[in-house]
């Protein structure tokens, strides 16, 4: 049943001129001055979800992008300051991307944000995708075992770090503590100080699903978010089962769809005809950044090249909001249109009690808060498991 409304945000700042027919990606340059922007844009959306109601802010962590899409470098700093300007809203890290961190730097910055806006902020860690960020930061991307690899001794060190009063860690690429002298003893075991003070849940993002992924998942406790963002929306139904089958095999009984978040682009208009093309060039400007990191498995190597001229990509058979919609990725019509879609997606998926909706990247500030206002107003009301959680928190 579904109780509980997300909305995320990547950090895209307002641009002009977006679609297949826009700008070509690598030639947007943004000024210093602009790329700031994205800070007081994520404080209007912030103020904006509090008032309506939603639970959760999700706001993704990104570097070096003066195209202006995904502009926020530090997630747990941005929340610690929105917190300060909400009264009740929550913050997800969605997510800290782990191979561009050292694991204990990670979990003391997350530490301390959840003692200083009073367990406002859900932990999050990804494996990231963009080369230019991974690599630089001077971790393996083009590698994909060894960035899993890294990435999986960095996240059970930081779940150490956050809940265990003490603790080391030796692993390929770490040893926690160093085997050095200190104050008069041996060095055997370190502590986070302080750790956080209120319980916490840890998500990840779900892409390729490979049951190493679900399985490290699951050992560790950590709960995921399927679709949505830079991901192909929508629940994956073999994606669904595969994690059920997995918490099986931990001993763990759960309704399909538990433990998971459903992502879905989205749009209200008048009619899903109108809704399609009114939110087309920005789905199409969504596609542009993720198609060619290879996060839209569909497209072949001819499509991505065609995506990069504005020529070539209305007439190139790219994906379509029609498409998209039709599959069931994107919510988009009438607010009764999106309550009948979200109403079957509760139905197959009882334990799913989710949903995290998104505004494409390329969405400016004013149809964002519009948007979310009408999600808000018009949708969210319709659903008794929110209605119901809303009573107890009251």
Same mark, same amino acid.
């Given at each position: 049943?579904?109780?509980?409304?997300?909305?995320?945000?990547?950090?895209?700042?307002?641009?002009?001129?977006?679609?297949?027919?826009?700008?070509?990606?690598?030639?947007?340059?943004?000024?210093?001055?602009?790329?700031?922007?994205?800070?007081?844009?994520? $404080?209007?959306?912030?103020?904006?979800?509090?008032?309506?109601? !939603?639970?959760?802010?999700?706001?993704?962590?990104h570097h070096f992008q003066p195209e202006g899409y995904e502009c926020i470098p530090n997630v747990m700093i941005l929340a610690l300051h929105l917190a300060h300007v909400t009264e009740r809203l929550r913050f997800g890290c969605g997510f800290n991307i782990a191979p561009m961190w050292h694991p204990l730097r990670m979990a003391e910055d997350f530490a301390t944000v959840d003692i200083l806006t009073g367990g406002r902020v859900i932990f999050g860690v990804g494996r990231g995708y963009h080369t230019r960020e991974v690599e630089t930061f001077g971790a393996p991307l083009l590698d994909q075992p060894a960035n899993r690899e890294l990435f999986e001794e960095q996240v059970e060190i930081a779940l150490k770090a956050l809940t265990e009063e003490s603790f080391s860690y030796h692993g390929k690429h770490y040893t926690i503590p160093p085997d050095v002298p200190y104050r008069g003893y041996d060095l055997k075991a370190i502590s986070c100080v302080p750790r956080p003070t209120h319980p916490f849940e840890c998500w990840q993002p779900i892409q390729s699903a490979s049951q190493r992924a679900l399985d490290f998942m699951i050992k560790n406790g950590i709960k995921g978010v399927i679709g949505g963002g830079s991901a192909e929306g929508g629940a994956v139904h073999s994606v669904v089962e595969a994690w059920q089958k997995t918490h099986a095999r931990f001993g763990?009984?759960?309704?399909?769809?538990?433990?998971?978040?459903?992502?879905?682009?989205?749009? =209200?208009?008048?009619?899903?005809?109108?809704?399609?093309?009114?939110?087309?060039? !920005?789905?199409?400007?969504?596609?542009? =950044?993720?198609?060619?990191?290879?996060?839209?498995?569909?497209?072949?190597?001819?499509? =991505?090249?065609?995506?990069?001229?504005?020529?070539?990509?209305?007439?190139?058979?790219?994906?379509?909001?029609?498409?998209?919609?039709?599959?069931?990725?994107?919510?988009?019509?009438?607010?009764?249109?999106?309550?009948?879609?979200?109403?079957?997606?509760?139905?197959?998926?009882?334990?799913?009690?989710?949903?995290?909706?998104?505004?494409?990247?390329?969405?400016?500030?004013?149809?964002?808060?519009?948007?979310?206002?009408?999600?808000?107003?018009?949708?969210?009301?319709?659903?008794?498991?929110?209605?119901? $959680?809303?009573?107890?928190?009251?």
């Open positions: 049943m579904i109780t509980t409304f997300d909305s995320s945000y990547a950090g895209h700042i307002d641009m002009d001129n977006v679609g297949y027919a826009g700008t070509p990606v690598n030639d947007r340059w943004f000024s210093n001055e602009q790329l700031a922007t994205v800070f007081p844009k994520a $404080e209007a959306i912030a103020k904006s979800m509090d008032r309506l109601g !939603f639970n959760t802010f999700w706001m993704a962590e763990h009984e759960l309704e399909l769809g538990a433990g998971l978040a459903f992502g879905y682009q989205f749009y =209200i208009s008048g009619s899903r005809e109108q809704g399609m093309k009114e939110a087309a060039k !920005f789905y199409e400007e969504n596609l542009k =950044i993720f198609g060619p990191l290879r996060l839209v498995r569909a497209l072949t190597d001819q499509q =991505i090249e065609d995506m990069a001229d504005p020529k070539k990509a209305p007439t190139a058979g790219l994906p379509t909001i029609e498409q998209a919609v039709k599959a069931g990725g994107v919510l988009c019509g009438t607010p009764e249109q999106i309550i009948e879609d979200l109403k079957a997606v509760e139905a197959r998926y009882p334990g799913m009690d989710r949903i995290i909706t998104t505004l494409p990247v390329g969405t400016p500030q004013a149809v964002i808060l519009e948007q979310i206002e009408r999600f808000a107003t018009e949708v969210m009301p319709a659903f008794e498991g929110r209605k119901a $959680e809303a009573a107890v928190a009251d």
